[in-house]
């Protein structure tokens, strides 16, 4: 069962991913030009993510939390005897961030299901960069997250024993 | 409509919540501030942080636990003493301090990269 969670936990990283970088990208780096795949990359309608990233988000994070004692009791102390105290911090990282970034998911989507109408310019600017700041933020979460992750799933074949 | 506005209430409410937990999470983990501890070889909770008992024990939950419970009591305290300041400072801090959070989360990670 642990397997098969961790493969869901995965694959849902995989879409967070995507979802949450497109729109990271579409509100700090836009653009109106089409020519090449990075600017259509740049250039998809960044609100339509919001909720996907929160419902993925929080599913990837609850499977996360559910598997964590079986890393705890199986992964941790194989990396403990074998002296591998990065992998190990790599992981505290992780979990830190993911929880930050679980922190964040409430102003993140009360930001982004609104549009920027604010009367005064300065607020208008201020809550577009919160916006495109929060969906930086959750994606170097969800990065960090997936890499650590992929990394300390395969530790033994990349590293050996 | 109208509940697509931009309304203060909500935006302090939120914001000071991304504040208050994601910094209450620094602390916790630096001083062990769980709200419970999990044995997960016994598969039992303790109340507050406890030491392991048989196999490891588990603060992170409790950590999270306890920067979730700040953060909506801070959100409910910033509405009450501080929903007077501009929104445009709510949207500047509710990014802002998570984001130097996260960064001195990571810092504290370091001595596992040095051993």
Redesign the interface.
Known sequence: MWTALLIVHGLLAVLLLGAVTHQALAALWPTRDGATMISRFRRVSAPVYTNTVVIIFVITFIIGAVIYPAYRLNVRTYLQDYRMFWAEGAFEIKEHLAAMGLFLLPLYWYLWRRPVTAAAHETERAQRIAQGALAGLIAVAAWTSFFVGHILNNIRGLFGT | MSD???RPA??VF??A??VV??VL?VFA?EMNLAAFT?H??LVEFDLGPQPARS??A?Y??G??AT??GG?LVGGALALVVARGL???VW??L???V??V??IV??YF?????T?
Do not use: E, H
Request: net charge positive.
């Open positions: 697509t506005i931009l909500g935006l939120w914001s919540f991304a937990s994601c999470y983990m999990y997960p070889r196999g490891p588990m992170w939950f950590w999270t920067s979730i953060g501009a929104m445009r949207l500047w509710g990014w802002s998570p984001a959070a996260m989360a990571c990670m370091i001595p596992f990269f051993k």
